[in-house]
Antibody
Framework: QLQLQESGPGLVKPSETLSLTCTVS??????????WGWIRQPPGKGLEWIGS???????SFNPSLKSRVTISVDTSNNQFSLKLRSVTAADTAVYYC???????????????WGQGTLVTVSS | QSVLTQPPSVSAAPGQKVTISCSGS????????VSWYQQLPGTAPKLLIY???KRPSGIPDRFSGSKSGTSATLGITGLQTGDEADYYC???????????FGGGTKLTVL
């Protein structure tokens, strides 16, 4: 059974870089049937798509965050990572790593989610 | 302000049916597939519906989805107290080149 597990610091100082890693188990990150992505949820608020990556390194990002975001993939360790630069308090959120399923229709629903990790931006 | 508009809350009695709407535009719902997610309190979201009306394996047929024009609807029949959760719609927005979510709807089973 596929499992996704986020890891990284729970507290980041303003203006610094938020770094998270998602470890995938029970499935291969190199599968051509899936993308891999990050979604965040500020406390008490809704969901926001951050960006997604394919096993070959191809990426897409939310335009509102694109200038500050890097997503990378490490197929040898079955992991993918998120870096968000120049963080502010507005970046405080639960960050989820997800798998996106390439449906026959061509859509990409988020079919599997990590448990999420709370990252607080504060000095 | 979310790109997709959902009612903040809905409620119904156990055993009854409820629908949750998701309104968008031609750049998102009108020309792309919709998915729906259930987020139980304190947990990660879970995929309920994809491609407007398809259910992943393991999702009971009490949950259904439909789409018409620039709006989509999630239906839940035979409501149970365990269905109390936040529900989110999502799709791709071709103008924004971004995945977008609705603001979420809190379902209360009275």
């Amino acid at each position: 059974q596929l499992q996704l597990q986020e890891s990284g610091p729970g507290l980041v100082k303003p203006s610094e870089t938020l770094s998270l890693t998602c470890t995938v188990s029970g499935g291969s990150i190199s599968s051509r049937s899936y993308y891999w992505g990050w979604i965040r949820q500020p406390p008490g608020k809704g969901l926001e798509w951050i960006g997604s990556i394919y096993y070959d390194g191809g990426t897409s990002f939310n335009p509102s965050l694109k200038s500050r975001v890097t997503i990378s993939v490490d197929t040898s360790n079955n992991q993918f990572s998120l870096k968000l630069r120049s963080v502010t308090a507005a970046d405080t959120a639960v960050y989820y790593c997800t798998r996106l399923y390439l449906a026959h229709s061509g859509s990409y629903p988020f079919d599997s989610w990590g448990q999420g990790t709370l990252v607080t931006v504060s000095s | 302000q979310s790109v997709l508009t959902q009612p903040p809350s809905v409620s119904a009695a156990p055993g009854q049916k409820v629908t949750i709407s998701c309104s968008g535009s031609s750049s998102n719902i009108g020309n792309n597939y919709v998915s729906w997610y259930q987020q139980l309190p304190g947990t990660a979201p879970k995929l309920l519906i994809y491609d407007n009306n398809k259910r992943p394996s393991g999702i009971p047929d009490r949950f259904s989805g439909s789409k018409s024009g620039t709006s989509a609807t999630l239906g839940i029949t035979g409501l149970q107290t365990g269905d109390e959760a936040d529900y989110y719609c999502a799709t791709w927005d071709s103008s924004l080149s971004a995945g977008v979510f609705g603001g979420g709807t809190k379902l209360t089973v009275l």
